[in-house]
């Protein structure tokens, strides 16, 4: 899957958690500019990701990631591991 | 609009208990809208945590929405449990819960033993921790008055003492288990006081499924979604019964739910249920698992696609655990289901949300969900063996307290004299034989066992004495045949029922008995059981006129160890050709052997 394809792929999951059906995600969406992308959102938002890809992020792996676009190459990373 | 119409265009407890965690908390938002149309109990839950709760209570919040509640929450803030019950009640009092629920886990614990620390500094240390809790649930008593409820902890995550940690005075096990304890006894006196079995609920799930470090480094969460799922699971099951919303009757079918088989086609004898075969065991489990149900204060009711009365004479098969004076309401016949639910319901004079519907039929199932949303009606899968455990999983009987009227249905069986009797030391094997309590039942061949009896003569292969197999159709021709005195036996003890363990087929010729075959399975080897078989058999040939029983002993592969099994029961010697022997025993001066089997005679109805 390529980058664009995995953002759309997590469109219905950010909706549903945010509960913004017609929500667009893009490489730049982060916690600051996507309403109600908040700490305890965020938690949800990290389980749902890797029930979906089937993967497990170390301690230490998210904490420095600055949007969208930077965990998406995050997962690439992850499922071609 | 009716309750009725309302469930069906809202997603509902059924709907919701089978999400998996993380589809909960992924759709959270939307089936809190969702669920809160329509009318519920409004409930104030403050919750009091060593580590960060909003998961649970995010969970929590749903289940309840699902079963009718409609809550809002106080929440401390992270690890402020103390504080927040001891030392500004004022708060939660402002609240005005309903319930408290007080959230630790053992990470919470202040201070563990050492290794190496004595029994008095084990005991100290195991009661100033009772003592905190205890300031905890009194300040918040006194502040609010109010219900609460303290879980108690799971097994610290690290055993650095190995098998000795849950042993020693300095093992942090030991230390857990003791304070459970402790937690227990506090509970068990004070109604006020609710005790969730954390413990109970981390080892079902298992601890490598319980606590999620990275979860704990990042957001002081504890434990894995699927944790969060369980205890907030385990407490809507509470607070519905502190409510009023238990489970007060079990619904069950009878064909492939209570027996296998269908007993209208395959009649009384073939259906499973007993000991002899795996799947008969299982039917057999769940049925004790059923009765259990009861002796704790469930109703059983019976409903059934059945001719009434065949359906009733199942209850004649003398394996069957449940009788019918078991069931409070009984319908068989062949209306369809939902109907005779709601007979049901009106005999008991219960609501329909007082059921749980018990059917191995999907089919069935389906139109009883559809028809009455009120009903519970779990998805039991096809595999007899987890009937109980997923009846177990709903939680639909979850008792916050026992009642006098709810105990009052159990009897209390004859337990003590068992456990006496496992203490004690014996003098000698026939008193550990007496210590068994065994008692047996010997009686002529009868229909409902012919399976039974074929299958154990064609494997059984030590205890043999002639080796010959028999066909079902043969086994059933003798057991018309008046000629011949064939005898089957059961054995059971205090540790509970072998099933039929014993055959034993003699062929009368004038005024002898020839044994054709005798047979016992190896798992009653040593009980004396031959000698019961004996008994009842030399006084049922005497009384058939016959003089000498003449046994007979052929060597195959494998029955050496009953070589001599006659010479032992005081059989002469007549004949001896290599491998093989014959041996005769005269029925007039015969006197009984067995001492230590009590032998029941059966009705036959």
Redesign the interface.
């Known amino acids: 899957m390529d980058n664009a394809l995995i953002i759309r792929d997590l469109e219905p ?1 950010f909706a ?4 913004q059906s017609d929500l667009r995600l893009a490489p730049e969406s982060s916690a600051s500019n996507v309403e109600g992308w908040d ?2 959102a965020h ?2 938002l990290i ?2 990701i890797e ?1 979906r890809y089937r993967i ?4 230490g792996e ?1 904490q420095d990631l600055k949007n969208l676009g930077e965990m998406v190459i995050l997962i690439q990373r992850k499922t071609r591991s | 609009m009716t309750a009725l119409e309302l469930q069906e265009t809202r997603p509902d407890l059924r709907y919701v208990r089978q999400l998996p ?2 589809q909960l ?6 089936l809190r ?1 969702e669920l809160s149309e329509g009318n519920h109990q409004e409930l104030r839950i403050a919750v009091l945590g060593g580590v960060t709760t ?2 649970v209570v995010d969970l929590l919040e749903i289940l309840l929405l699902a079963s009718g509640f409609k809550a809002s929450f106080f929440q401390s803030e992270y690890n402020k449990y103390y504080e927040d019950a001891v030392l500004e009640p004022e708060k939660i009092k402002d609240f005005r819960p309903d319930l408290v629920y007080v959230h630790t886990h053992c990470i919470n614990l202040r201070r563990f033993p050492l290794a190496g620390c004595s029994g008095t500094e084990f005991y100290e240390l195991l009661s100033s921790e009772f003592a905190r809790f205890q300031s905890i649930w009194n300040s918040i008593q006194a502040a609010t008055g109010c219900q609460v409820i303290q879980n108690n902890f799971e097994h610290p995550p690290f055993q650095v003492l190995g098998n000795l940690d849950a042993v020693t005075y300095g093992g942090r096990t030991r230390f857990t288990n003791e304070l459970n304890l402790e937690f227990a006894k506090a509970a068990n006196q004070n109604p006020k006081l609710l005790l969730q079995d954390l413990n109970a609920l981390a080892a079902r799930s298992g601890y490598a499924q319980w606590f999620d ?3 704990w ?3 002081k ?1 504890l434990t894995t ?1 699927e944790a969060s799922l369980a205890i907030a699971g385990s407490l809507a099951g509470m607070i519905g019964s502190m409510f009023g919303r238990a489970k007060k009757c079990l619904i069950l079918d009878l064909d492939n739910t209570l027996w296998g088989g269908v007993i209208g086609d395959d009649g009384l004898d073939k259906i499973e249920i007993g000991k002899e075969t795996p799947v008969a065991e299982a039917y057999t489990a769940f049925q004790s698992y059923c009765l259990l149900l009861r002796e704790r204060g469930v109703l059983l009711a019976v409903c059934s696609k059945n001719d009434p009365e065949i359906a009733r004479s199942g209850f004649t098969h003398p394996e069957m655990v449940l009788k019918l004076d078991h069931f409070s309401s009984f319908q068989a016949n062949w209306k369809p289901k939902h109907e005779n639910i709601e007979a049901i319901a009106k005999e008991l004079n219960l609501g329909l949300e007082s059921f749980v519907f018990v059917d191995d039929n999907p089919a069935e199932r389906a139109i009883v969900a559809a028809q009455l949303p009120a009903v519970a009606v779990p998805d039991m899968g096809s595999d007899i063996s987890l009937f109980p455990e997923i009846v177990q999983a709903g939680r639909y009987f979850e008792a916050v307290n026992l009642s006098k009227e709810d105990l009052e249905r159990a009897q209390s069986y004859a337990s003590n004299a068992q456990r006496a009797g496992l203490e004690a030391k014996f003098a000698d094997y026939g008193e550990y034989l007496n210590s068994l309590q065994m008692h047996a039942e010997i009686e002529a061949f009868r229909p409902v066992y012919l399976e039974r009896i074929t299958q154990l003569i064609n494997k059984t292969n030590q205890f043999n004495l002639t080796g010959r197999r028999y066909t079902y159709a043969e086994v059933e021709q003798l057991a018309n045949d008046g000629s011949y005195i064939a005898l089957y036996g059961k054995l059971a003890d205090a540790f509970g029922d072998n099933g039929l363990v014993s055959v034993i087929i003699g062929r009368s010729e004038g005024r002898l008995l020839h044994l054709d075959l005798w047979i016992m399975s190896c798992r009653v080897l040593k009980r004396d059981m031959e000698l019961a078989m004996l008994d009842v058999l030399a006084e049922r040939a005497r009384d058939a006129g016959v003089e000498r029983i003449i046994g007979y002993y052929g060597r195959t592969a494998k029955n050496a160890m009953v070589s001599d099994h006659y010479r032992k029961l005081g059989f002469e010697s007549c004949a001896e050709d290599g491998g093989s022997s014959v041996w005769s025993l005269a029925t007039p001066s015969y006197s009984r052997k067995s001492e230590h089997i009590e032998v029941r005679t059966v009705v036959h109805g």
Do not use: G, M, T
């Open positions: 999951i549903d958690i945010l509960d700490s305890l938690i949800n389980v749902a029930k497990k992020f170390a301690l998210l | 965690a993380e908390l992924q759709k959270r938002k939307r809208r909003s998961e470090w990275r979860r480094y990042s957001y969460i979604p």
